[in-house]
């Protein structure tokens, strides 16, 4: 009796498993805004890696147009390192354009690319018309308020050393400074740091928001807790949601690509 309950609760996860990483995709609606009108609807994509949502993204193309954000965040990882063909990205970025302006950063996978293919990479975003932001930054003001997009490239070796994922490097508010320099006063500050685990660091430094992904949402998610981090450690701190770190939230998004389990790939709609 058991081992037909263990078969049967196998067999109903392995076809939910087969939906979800197959057909199904989520928004999911975030929301700390207290300024009314004057609220900014933040659209965050992260993680699509080899995924596809309908012919060059088609679908998340008309989630946007029915979401009308004021920006689109995205935060890395929007292909994997071990693509042959990157330049079907380039019609989905240009759509989502239309939309709304989109500022990117690399995440680990852009960053380890081969160099003719991050090359490839880099022409093709630019000639989208999409703000790559690598350790700068772009001054915008949304409905009377004044802002600044801040987007880290961080060392590699906050990902991986070498082969291992042991003893990795560490990012500090001294770091943060180093890279992005100091931050002005009266601005709302936006940072987008694919990497989620230095959230103290990017607190310390003097983000507000901070928009993050990597964690592929724990990628099995068991009563609302990640189960695994890319870095192959157990229950990690940071995987999905919103996070209070002394003054910064940190939205971190479940992302889209890679497989999951209990854990739809999402767009998150963040209004601040």
């Known amino acids: 009796m058991k081992n037909k309950f263990l078969k049967s609760l196998v067999i109903l996860s392995a076809g939910y498993a087969f939906i979800e990483n197959r057909f199904i995709l989520k928004i999911r609606h975030e929301n700390s805004g207290k300024n009314g009108q004057n609220d900014i609807k933040i659209a965050h994509i992260s993680d699509l890696h080899r995924r596809r949502f309908g012919e060059n993204n088609s679908r998340i ?8 954000p004021d920006i689109i965040l995205i935060t890395g990882d929007i292909i994997s390192r071990t693509e042959e063909n990157i330049s079907g990205i380039k019609i989905f970025l240009e759509n989502l354009r239309k939309t709304a302006p989109v500022f990117l950063i690399c995440g680990n996978h852009e960053q380890s690319l081969p160099e003719k293919f991050r090359n490839e990479f880099t022409e093709i975003v630019r000639k989208s018309g999409i703000n790559l932001l690598e350790n700068d930054s772009v001054s915008l003001e949304i409905k009377n308020r004044n802002l600044i997009i801040y987007g ?87 995987s999905k949601g919103i996070y209070k770190i002394g003054k910064m939230n940190l939205c971190v998004s479940g992302g889209l690509g890679k497989f999951r389990l209990f854990n739809p790939p999402e767009i998150v709609i963040y209004k601040i």
């Open 152 to 238: 880290l490239k961080e060392s590699y070796g906050v990902y991986k050393n070498g082969d291992s994922y042991r003893n990795l490097e560490k990012i500090t508010p001294e770091i943060m400074g180093n890279l992005l320099g100091k931050i002005p006063e009266n601005k709302l500050i936006l940072l987008m740091a694919h990497n989620p685990f230095f959230a103290d660091a990017y607190s310390g430094w003097g983000a507000d928001y901070t928009f993050s992904g990597h964690v592929h949402g724990g990628i099995i998610r068991i009563f609302g807790k990640g189960i695994l981090s890319p870095e192959r450690k157990l229950f990690p701190e940071y």
């Open 61 to 68: 193309c008309r989630i946007m147009e029915q979401e009308k």
